[in-house]
T-cell receptor, first 112, second 114 residues
Framework: GNSVTQMEGPVTLSEEAFLTINCTYT??????LFWYVQYPGEGLQLLLK?????DKGSNKGFEATYRKETTSFHLEKGSVQVSDSAVYFC???????????FGGGTRVLVKP | DTAVSQTPKYLVTQMGNDKSIKCEQN?????MYWYKQDSKKFLKIMFS???????INETVPNRFSPKSPDKAHLNLHINSLELGDSAVYFC?????????????FGSGTRLTVV
């Protein structure tokens, strides 16, 4: 079946540090890939997505590139802020499927 | 206007009770979902409805019964609540069940069974 694996947190960083959250997937066919962010006490918000190999999704300074050869979709941000503290979820949806499959989430804590 | 709204936001109840959570979306989407998030933040799909028709029912106890009176609403009724049902329940919607645009989530209902 389809699955998403992401690095366990928490990831603790200082403000302006570089952030990477690793995400790899297993899926039949060619899935669409997503990153969602969940701020404390809130629901999930779509952060960015990529629908085919080599596509780069970007939003709010975050980027992720769809790497088919390594089945990965790592999330990066060059300079994090305290307001980026949240839980980040990698997810996939296959063309044949009809549901989002999520990774376990990675908690990020940015300290001033 | 909230795109996907769930009520209540918090629900504390005793074991054995029956409770309902309501969800409404004003996005004109065809498909709605219920996800359960456990204490470790793991998200698992429970149900999905497309235009009022059930299309996903993941190994969920039959104490959980979704109901979709129209495509803008998907409610979740839970009978005989158990301690293990304590979690945050998220409603979501998407344009259709093959959407590559992602889902829009509600802000969640934190259910605590005591």
């Amino acid at each position: 079946g389809n699955s998403v694996t992401q690095m366990e947190g928490p990831v603790t960083l200082s403000e302006e540090a570089f952030l990477t959250i690793n995400c790899t997937y297993t899926a039949t066919g060619y899935p669409s890939l997503f990153w969602y962010v969940q701020y404390p006490g809130e629901g999930l918000q779509l952060l960015l997505k990529a629908t085919k190999a080599d596509d780069k999704g970007s939003n709010k300074g975050f980027e992720a590139t769809y790497r088919k050869e390594t089945t990965s979709f790592h999330l990066e941000k060059g300079s994090v802020q305290v307001s980026d503290s949240a839980v980040y979820f990698c997810a996939l949806m296959t063309a044949a499927g009809n549901k989002l499959t999520f990774g376990g989430g990675t908690r990020v804590l940015v300290k001033p | 206007d909230t795109a996907v709204s769930q009520t209540p936001k918090y629900l504390v109840t005793q074991m054995g009770n029956d409770k309902s959570i309501k969800c409404e979306q004003n996005l004109g989407h065809d498909t709605m979902y219920w996800y359960k998030q456990d204490s470790k933040k793991f998200l698992k799909i429970m149900f999905s409805y497309n235009n009022k028709e059930l299309i996903i029912n993941e190994t969920v106890p039959n104490r959980f019964s979704p109901k979709s009176p129209d495509k803008a609403h998907l409610n979740l009724h839970i009978n005989s609540l158990e301690l293990g049902d304590s979690a945050v329940y998220f409603c979501a919607s998407s344009q259709d069940d093959r959407s590559n645009y992602g889902y829009t989530f509600g802000s969640g209902t934190r259910l605590t069974v005591v």
